[in-house]
């Protein structure tokens, strides 16, 4: 997630925290739910998996014109199923009738001018709004899309075309880039099951692309720039994975300037404490995972930011101490201001680019992105 499952994915939040995955015990009147042992097999597992009630495609990165400026950005698309075991409507049925919905989320971090653009869009089934095949990676949202196309002779990689586009009054904002894999899939958890709690159904079938090497363009405003950089992808599918105690999570995605990467996520309870199955993973330079379990992930916030918009109060700033893997390192957000707040009865959420320093020299090791939810309001299950 990105963080748990990694949904924060807030226009599906609500949907998505009462969801469920695993095709084997999918059923017609179930979600499917995510069980161990599952093996990935790419590149079938790059397209859509509806047996499952919530999967999300989440796009991150850090990119860099040719003049010297900086941007973050984020392409999400999110898709939820409505009922069970219901297929699409055969031809000469109502173009009106879906049974899924497909929610994305689109943001623009300028960090070198200080400023944060984001847009929600909520597309549904029916009329052919929004779709995600099942046979390749092929995601849409009306006009925001998402394309794969598996590299030769490495089928578990995927050259990936991302697209979004929104008009403002200032101009439009948009990114059309070309994402290729500098690694394999890093599959998190234990037996290709991440656990978000006790319970069975507490669980996803998660995996990311950790380091993409990313070009194109990107407007922003009405002024187009060339850039290039690196990007995180997650791709996380299951049903049923939060408990009603939880109320949100922490999530870190970090990439190193060594070549190494570190993915974490730590689910929040209504108590304060920490679910115990939060976990991370410690992605080496050859693309070998080692799976971090919930204590030897040391995070703690070194400040906070009161949104202006919602009244929340976030953490901001962090230290991640990581001991077993050699890791002590401080985050600091490129703009405070990386709310995505809505109106639109879907969930607020901070999400946004992080500089990542080392604790101790205070010397650039990399950059990151955190997503943190539940602050604006709690996950309601």
């Known amino acids: 997630m990105k963080a748990a499952g990694r949904c924060a ?161 200032a101009g439009d904002d948009a990114i059309d880039l070309v994402q290729i894999p500098q690694k394999p899939p890093a599959v998190h958890g234990h037996d290709g099951v991440s656990r978000k709690a006790a319970c069975a159904s507490c669980a996803s079938h998660y995996y990311s692309y950790t380091r993409l090497a990313s070009s194109g363009t990107l407007e922003l405003a009405g002024r187009r720039y060339a850039v290039t950089g690196l990007a995180w992808m997650d791709h996380e599918f299951g049903s049923a994975e939060l408990q009603s105690n939880q109320v949100g999570w922490d999530w870190f995605s970090i990439q190193l300037d060594d070549g190494r990467e ?24 050859d693309g070998s995972v080692r799976y971090l379990p919930r204590d030897a992930l040391h995070v703690s916030a070194i400040g906070t930011w009161k949104s202006p918009h919602t009244g929340a109060l976030y953490p901001s700033g962090w230290r991640v101490h990581v001991p077993v893997a050699n890791v002590d390192l401080t985050l600091e957000p490129a703009v405070e201001d990386q709310e995505l707040a809505t109106t639109s009865g879907s969930v607020s959420y901070w999400e946004g680019a992080v500089s990542v320093r080392d604790t101790v020299t205070n010397k650039p090791l990399g950059a990151g992105y955190v997503e943190l939810t539940g602050y604006a309001q709690p996950i309601s299950l």
Not at 37 to 43: E, G, N, S
């Open 262 to 285: 570190l993915m974490a996520y730590l689910l929040r309870q209504k108590d304060g404490s920490v679910t115990p199955e939060s976990s991370g993973s410690l992605i080496e330079a």
């Open 9 to 169: 994915r807030a226009c599906g939040l609500l949907l998505w925290a009462t969801a469920s995955v695993a095709p084997a015990a999918t059923t017609g009147n179930r979600f499917t739910i995510a069980t161990a042992p599952y093996r990935f097999a790419w590149p079938r597992d790059h397209a859509a998996h509806p047996g499952y009630q919530s999967e999300w495609w989440y796009y991150t990165g850090h990119l860099r014109s040719s003049d010297g400026r900086r941007f973050g950005y984020e392409l999400t698309f999110f898709r939820f199923g409505l009922a069970p075991g219901d297929p699409a409507p055969p031809a000469g049925h109502s173009k009106w009738r879906g049974n899924e919905l497909y929610p994305a989320h689109f943001a623009i971090t300028d960090e070198t001018g200080k400023t944060f653009f984001y847009r929600v869009r909520f597309a549904r089934e029916a009329l052919g709004m929004g779709a995600a095949s099942e046979r390749t990676l092929d995601v849409r949202a009306d006009d925001w899309t998402l394309r794969g196309a598996p590299l030769p002779g490495r089928p578990a990689l995927e050259r990936m075309t991302l697209h979004a586009r929104e008009a403002t009054e």
